[in-house]
């Protein structure tokens, strides 16, 4: 298991931005495929966006294909979720987790690293 941080969140207006961060413990942090979470007030967790070992390897959830890039750093070992275009729907807790095996079809409780998570609050 490694350590994951989020960072970055916070309040924000409809229509703007915010990046999130997920910061590891881990050096050998290439291999792992990394998702961002999201759990609105009194909903499920849900899958937002993951990016695989390439770069190239990303997933969206349509609600927020278009508005949201995911992104790796590997030499720094953080995984970016730039969001744009916010609307008070994207209100909730963001958490991101780490596997070398599960991936976006995954649920949350089958990775192996999981953060604490970071809070988005988008007003109207």
């Known amino acids: 298991q490694m350590r994951l941080v989020e960072s970055g969140g916070g309040l924000v207006q409809s229509g703007g931005s915010l990046r999130l961060s997920c910061e590891s413990s881990e050096f050998n942090f290439a291999p792992y495929t990394i998702c961002w979470f999201r759990q609105a007030p009194g909903k499920e967790r849900e899958g937002v966006s993951c990016i695989g070992s390439s770069v190239d390897d990303t997933s969206y959830a349509e609600t927020v294909k278009g508005r949201f890039t995911i992104s790796r750093d590997n030499a720094k070992t953080i995984v970016y979720l730039q969001m744009n275009k916010l609307t008070p729907e994207d209100t909730a807790d963001y958490f991101c987790?780490?596997?070398?095996?599960?991936?976006?079809?995954?649920?949350?409780?089958?990775?192996?690293?999981r953060g604490q998570g970071t809070q988005v609050t988008v007003s109207s």
């Open positions: 987790a780490a596997d070398m095996v599960a991936g976006w079809e995954d649920p949350w409780d089958w990775f192996g690293s």
